[in-house]
């Protein structure tokens, strides 16, 4: 994984490179973890309501999902629809081990046997079907593999796209400053003060990956990895797309980008530095990570897996440093 010490542009796709070898990895992985109500003072508030340098290798033309986004929605068209779930994979198809309450956090403690200083966690951004997808799992497993403390945090208090037809209207209702960021800070505080973190990564996707580069407007330090929409940021909130993606990259101290075939070309194109990288899978459609069918698709499989092997790979780096 030696490009991951510097800026790198790879594609994954047809004609495939990797990050290291990019082993197939053994998704056969268990760790106990915990769902916790959090409530005001340094914490949620529970009771605040929601509303009801470039690649240039030409991508190989997708085809379009039956419950592909629209134009009307923060993914780029013929991503993926809602999350397909997995009956044959040994891993994704077991049920995640936490439970939820009012309000949705989930907790994934790193493994006690193998836990090391500094104390270190990743918070998953999830897109907008909240925990409906593989993020319940994928927070699993990174736990185990990183030995670090994971939280997912659902923004939307259980409600996802399929709540909201008009999805603008409802992102509009739900704004970094102040509600997402409310939330974050109660996060953030709980695992410093509960759990003793000192490091922390963030991990988005879709719209979480929108709400981390916000934060990091808002100042909030760490490294990032990106399953990148920046949409909302313009089609929502008037502001420009491409100087988000900069200022993920500016005020981050490292960040591995992830986009797929029909994510815009400006992610992709956007200059690195540092030790941020960027992967482009280039026989993907947006949300695979996290949606899609595994059973039906070898190549989305094999991706899914090259995306865990990367971000464990990435965080074991920037973790260290």
């Known amino acids: 994984s030696g490009c991951l010490l510097h800026s790198s542009h790879v594609m994954v796709g047809k004609h495939q490179q990797t990050l290291g070898s990019l082993l197939l990895l053994s998704l056969n992985c268990f760790t106990s973890a915990i769902a916790w109500n959090l409530h005001r003072g340094g914490a949620l508030n529970e009771n605040r309501p929601y509303p009801d340098s470039s690649t240039t ?6 085809q379009k999902m039956a419950a592909a986004s629209t134009n009307d929605s923060c993914c780029p068209p013929g991503s993926h629809g809602a999350h397909v779930p997995s009956t ?3 891993y994704f198809a077991s049920p995640p081990v936490g439970t939820m309450f009012q309000v949705p956090c989930y907790h994934v403690p790193a493994p006690e046997s193998t836990y090391e200083e500094p104390k270190k966690a990743i918070i998953l951004f999830p897109d907008v079907w909240g925990f409906q997808s593989r993020i319940l799992k994928i927070a699993d497993y990174l736990a185990l593999k990183l030995n670090c403390d994971c939280l997912v945090v659902d ?6 796209k399929d709540d909201h037809p008009d999805m ?3 992102f509009a209702q739900v704004p970094y400053e102040p509600k997402i960021r409310e939330d974050l800070q109660g996060c953030l505080e709980y695992m410093k003060t509960t759990h003793s973190i000192e490091d922390f990564a963030a991990m988005g996707f879709c719209w979480g990956n929108w709400a981390i580069a916000k934060s990091c407007e808002d100042g909030v330090e760490w490294k990032a990895v990106s399953h990148p929409s920046f949409k909302i940021e313009s089609w929502v909130f008037g502001g420009d797309d491409p100087e988000l993606v900069k200022t993920l990259l500016a005020k981050c101290s490292a960040v591995l ?4 075939s029909n994510d815009p070309e ?5 200059p690195l530095s540092g030790r941020s990288a960027c992967i482009v899978f280039d026989d993907m459609q947006h949300g695979w990570t996290t949606r899609g069918d595994l059973d039906a698709d070898p190549k989305l499989q094999r991706d ?3 995306c865990l092997e990367s971000t464990v790979s990435f965080l074991q780096v920037t973790f260290a440093a």
Not at 155 to 160: D, H
């Open 57 to 62: 290798q030409r991508r190989q033309p997708i």
């Open 88 to 90: 044959s994979s040994s």
């Open 155 to 160: 923004f939307f208090r259980g409600e996802t």
């Open 168 to 170: 603008k209207a409802w």
């Open 257 to 260: 980008l992830m986009p797929a």
């Open 266 to 270: 400006y992610i992709s194109q956007t």
């Open 304 to 306: 899914v897996t090259a």
